[in-house]
């Protein structure tokens, strides 16, 4: 099977956010938000899921199951993005509009997402 090159594009980048999990841990630990009774177990959870989805993505008998655990994280960490934007610490002092125009871009990651479902 030949799978497309946006296919891999998107593989690769969550099998990099998902080892950029490990590498820098404190980065995503401080978009949790503080209603989540360990961060660090779901640093590690998240970064795990990104990095076994991405790679899962580009295995033809898996890509779809991949795609639909994809979308699923999205809606999972969308608590974080909102974080990011409502609290000027997690936002890493990026500007307010980065961090809204940030929400709805999940909205484009899971459309991108959902066409590896069909």
């Known amino acids: ?3 497309p090159w946006h296919l891999y594009l998107m593989a690769l980048l969550y099998i990099i956010a998902g080892l950029n999990h490990f590498r820098n841990p404190g980065m ?3 978009i949790i938000p503080p209603f989540f009774s360990n961060p660090k177990l779901i640093n590690i959870l998240s970064g795990g899921a990104e990095f076994i989805l991405g790679i ?3 295995v033809p008998l898996t890509m ?3 795609a639909w655990g994809i979308i699923a994280l999205l809606i ?3 608590p974080a ?3 990011m934007y409502q ?3 997690a936002g890493f002092g990026l500007p307010k509009w980065i961090l809204f125009v940030r929400l709805p871009l999940q909205i484009v990651l899971i459309f991108w997402a959902y066409q590896y479902t069909l």
């Open 28 to 30: 995503y630990i401080k």
């Open 1 to 3: 099977m030949n799978l």
């Open 56 to 58: 899962l993505l580009i």
């Open 81 to 83: 993005n909102l974080f």
């Open 87 to 89: 609290n000027k610490k």
């Open 76 to 78: 999972a960490v969308f």
């Open 64 to 66: 779809h199951f991949a």
